[in-house]
């Protein structure tokens, strides 16, 4: 019977070698002649770097037996040794050197396009991956997975596989030139030495995994924190964001310390293993100098091997650990590629042909999950050029809608079609540009405000950028700021009014220039005389388009060609907004509400 410790183990030895093969066609790229070139020039450089490595105690041990017989060799053949070991020395390094030169582009390339792929692939992925995920965790497993291949390049390619061809080498030579004891105890003692690290190594992981959980579990509160950094006020929890923050980081502190104490132990270990090795050749090597067999140059030499060994080997605990917390690093990273894209085009899918833009939801259900469904058999259609407005309580469905229309979902039954064409039939891309949305909750990036406009469509120039804030009513305010339209909006627009942050995102859709529009509650955060002053700009930027306004306040909506009231995810009510209120239902109950409302607020501010 299989143990739950062997089952884990052979998973992660799995999972390592699933992140090796997903980054080797990197390092070797199809089609890409120079850095295929540069790939074998560097291996090439590193077998020059050990065999001048190698070639070093060997010259210089026979140089101290010629400069101890000089009689014998005359003054040519010691100089010409001495600057060879000096060449060698050089040559060592500087065949290093030239490899890490010759490799750099090939690396950074590979990381490059690695990082490329995942962050394309996180924007492929369907809105219901995002809402699961935490973005702070999500960016701290692509730093992390980065920077293990970054990691894994440098110490794996060119410390590892190299120490061990220079171990081979070493073993060889000392065999050809002192015979198989010299050559057995040097493998005994370099084996002891790595099957003790790798295994000390190997226990010690378990607190480097529970310092990366503490560090990612404080990493996603800090974020979480400080991206509601608004809402930790109202609430008066500072302490309490401080305290949570603070235990992920005591847990953190107490993995951190056990991993750095056992790693004084490893050292320790490692430092007597390689005592006793190089103790016991240099005793032999010591009596065989005494009795003639050994010179004291190829004394010199030995010792000079067993240094030259063991010194990469003392990193090995480190690089060890290092190179297995990249490899899980970058297997939690390319398991992002793994993510089924839930949303794709179709096969043959073409680009959206829009003439007039009309809107047609034919039978549409939806649901995010089996248990509820959010949408039921929903028939409606916005005709070219007009507004089709769609009203209810919370929780109906409303945004639903809008998230189907830009197809961040795909329906369960029927179809949304634009001038008849089905939104799954064409491309993604060709889709959302012809949509132009005005959100609930404008996020803006922590940029310029005229980057934030120029968002909307990035190829457009100064000019026209301007000519959409003046549309959007937001030009005047924008030049009269002391940075004028270079003017930060700070993280998700904080530094601006919900009115302003509005008004740029109008600006925004004007410059997308789509054929037909979206507002989404555009103006249910907004003071009245703000949603006013904003509902005009709606209504001037929507003129000959097709429109569909999902609202709360029905007051916003009057004008519409047709309403329809959303309950529990069916139409329950269609018509203007005369029409609903001659029927006296649920649209008439929740006008002459919402009407109540409004007069309470204006006697009490009035008061």
């Known amino acids: 019977m299989v143990s739950k410790n062997d089952k884990s183990s052979k998973e992660q030895t799995s999972a390592e070698w699933r992140a090796i093969k997903s980054l080797l066609p990197y390092l070797w790229p199809k089609g890409q002649l120079e850095m295929r070139v540069r790939v074998i020039v560097a291996v090439i450089l590193l077998v020059a770097a050990k065999v001048a490595t190698v070639a070093v105690p060997a010259v210089f041990g026979l140089a101290v037996d010629v400069i101890a017989r000089p009689a014998d060799y005359g003054l040519y053949l010691p100089i010409l040794l001495l600057v060879g070991y000096g060449l060698l020395r050089v040559g060592q390094q500087a065949f290093a050197e030239l490899r890490d030169f010759v490799f750099a582009k090939v690396g950074q390339r590979a990381i490059r396009k690695i990082a490329l792929l995942v962050f394309q692939h996180l924007h492929d992925l369907a809105l219901r991956f995002h809402l699961d995920r935490q973005t702070g965790g999500l960016s701290r497993v692509i730093e992390r997975g980065i920077k293990g291949i970054d990691f894994l390049l440098r110490f794996m390619l060119f410390n590892i596989l190299p120490t061990l061809i220079e171990i081979t080498l070493v073993c060889a030579i000392l ?3 002192f015979g198989f004891l010299f050559s057995l105890i040097t493998f005994v003692s370099i084996v002891i030495y790595i099957s003790f690290t790798l295994v000390f190594t190997e226990w010690r992981l378990k607190f480097r995994r529970a310092m990366n959980k503490s560090d990612t579990e404080a990493n996603t509160k800090a974020i979480d924190s400080l991206l509601n950094f608004e809402t930790v006020k109202y609430f008066g929890n500072e302490k309490h964001e401080a305290d949570r923050y603070d ?15 056992t790693l004084s132990l490893l050292n320790v270990g490692q430092g007597v293993i390689i005592a006793l090795g190089l103790t016991v050749l240099l005793l032999i090597s010591g009596q065989r100098v005494m009795l003639g067999t050994m010179t004291v140059g190829e004394f010199t030499a030995v010792n000079l091997y067993m240094m030259q060994l063991f010194q990469p080997l003392n990193f090995l605990g480190f690089v060890y650990r290092e190179i297995r917390q990249s490899l899980v690093d970058m297997e939690s990273m390319f398991s992002l590629l793994k993510e089924r894209k839930e949303i794709l085009d179709s096969k043959g899918a073409k680009p959206l042909s829009v003439n007039c833009g009309i ?6 259900s939806f649901s995010y999950n089996r248990s509820r469904k959010i949408l039921n058999n929903i028939n409606f259609e916005v005709p070219a050029g007009q507004k089709v407005a769609i009203v209810g309580a919370s929780g ?10 830009f197809r961040f979902y795909d329906v369960d039954e029927g179809k949304i079609c634009i001038d008849g ?13 012809a949509i132009g949305i005005v959100p609930q909750d404008t996020v803006l990036f922590n940029d310029s ?33 002391p940075k004028g339209y270079d003017t930060h909006v700070g993280e998700r627009g904080l530094k601006l009014s919900g009115g302003e942050k509005q008004r740029i995102a109008i600006a925004r859709t004007i410059l997308k220039q789509p054929k037909v529009l979206l507002f989404d509650e555009a103006t249910s955060a907004l003071d009245t005389h703000t949603e006013r002053e904003i509902q005009k700009s709606l209504d001037e930027v929507s003129k000959n388009h097709t429109t569909l ?26 018509g203007n907004h005369q029409l609903l209120l001659s029927l006296d239902g ?6 002459r509400r919402q009407q109540e409302t409004e007069k309470r607020q204006k006697t009490s501010l009035g008061g």
């Open 175 to 177: 065999w050809s030139m």
């Open 247 to 261: 235990s992920s980081m005591q847990r953190y502190e107490t993995a951190a310390v056990k991993s750095l104490t």
């Open 359 to 364: 809107v047609t939801f034919k039978n549409v």
């Open 396 to 405: 109906a469905g409303k945004s639903t809608i809008s998230r189907l229309l």
């Open 421 to 433: 064409q089905d939104v799954r039939e064409v491309t993604q891309t060709s889709l959302r540009a």
């Open 449 to 481: 405000a005229y980057y934030n406009i120029h968002y909307g469509r990035p190829n457009s120039t100064p000019s026209e950028v301007e000519e959409a804030a003046k549309l959007a009513q937001i030009h005047d305010f924008l030049v009269g700021l």
């Open 549 to 574: 306004v999902i609202a709360h306040r029905l007051s916003t909506i009057v004008n519409a060609d047709e309403i329809l009231l959303l309950d529990q995810g069916e139409i329950m009510e269609r």
């Open 586 to 591: 649920k649209y008439a109950r929740l006008w």
